[in-house]
């Protein structure tokens, strides 16, 4: 069936370095995205989000990249620090579902010192 | 502080038993969610509630219960008829239905065990 997933359960980064948390999509209908974070025992908290119509939107030290060709979506977090060690998921709202969204499964990023 | 509470953080149930999830939001948000969250799974939704005395099943509605009597109210009831009830369930809510540029906000999740 029709899901949000990604590709690597676990990424493992020093501190310091950039990390990229990716995640496929199959509904080509999809036309917005999210990323969130969350922390072990909290629930999600919302990091950033984009819309079909954009390849790439920036924030405070992430960036999210949408590539609508391939139907993939990645996160891009610069300067890891140990306080980013989390689950990211990734979430996809399917054009005319418009209350509903569609979670990936989740990368676990471990922050190393 | 405005936010969303869920109680009991932790939640152990008898089987057969049913049990009512607590979740309240002062964010005068119109639209609450219930979601669970099983492990190596994404989050799936069970109800969702877009306006006061109403609400509509989700994904996996089926052994779970729901009430919108007020807007800043929405429990879940877990029931004896639901198989596998053993899970971390997450509320949220949004300022309306329409999830395009309506952040849902999470509560901190009840982890609910059946014994």
């Known amino acids: 069936g029709e899901s949000v997933g990604l590709h690597l359960p676990t990424l493992s980064v020093q501190e310091g370095d950039n990390s990229i948390i990716n995640c496929a999509y199959s509904?080509?209908?999809?036309?917005?995205f999210i990323w969130y974070k969350q922390e072990s025992g909290k629930g999600p908290q919302f990091i950033i989000d984009?819309?079909?119509?954009?390849d790439k939107r920036q924030g405070q030290r992430v960036t999210v990249l949408l590539n609508k060709t391939v139907k993939h979506l990645s996160l891009q977090i610069a300067a890891t620090q140990p306080g980013d060690s989390a689950v990211y998921f990734c979430?996809?709202?399917?054009?005319?579902?418009?209350?509903?969204?569609?979670f990936g499964t989740g990368t676990l990023l471990a922050v190393q010192p | 502080d405005g936010g969303i509470t869920q109680s009991p953080k932790y939640l152990f149930r008898k089987e057969g038993q049913n049990v009512t999830l607590s979740c309240e939001q002062n964010?005068?948000?119109?639209?609450m969610y219930w979601y669970r969250q099983d492990p190596g799974q994404g989050l799936r939704l069970i109800y969702y509630?877009?306006?006061?005395?109403?609400?509509q099943k989700g994904d996996i509605a089926e052994g779970y219960s729901v009430s919108r009597e007020k807007k800043e109210s929405f429990p879940l009831t877990v029931t004896s008829a639901q198989k596998n009830p053993t899970a971390f369930y997450l509320c949220?809510?949004?300022?309306?239905?329409?999830?395009?540029?309506?952040?849902?906000?999470f509560g901190p999740g009840t982890r609910l065990t059946v014994l």
């Open positions: 949220a809510s949004s300022t309306s239905g329409r999830v395009f540029l309506n952040e849902q906000f």
């Open positions: 509904n080509s209908a999809s036309d917005y």
């Open positions: 984009i819309r079909s119509n954009m």
């Open positions: 979430a996809e709202n399917r054009a005319g579902a418009t209350n509903k969204l569609i």
């Open positions: 964010l005068n948000h119109d639209a």
């Open positions: 509630s877009q306006i006061v005395n109403d609400f």
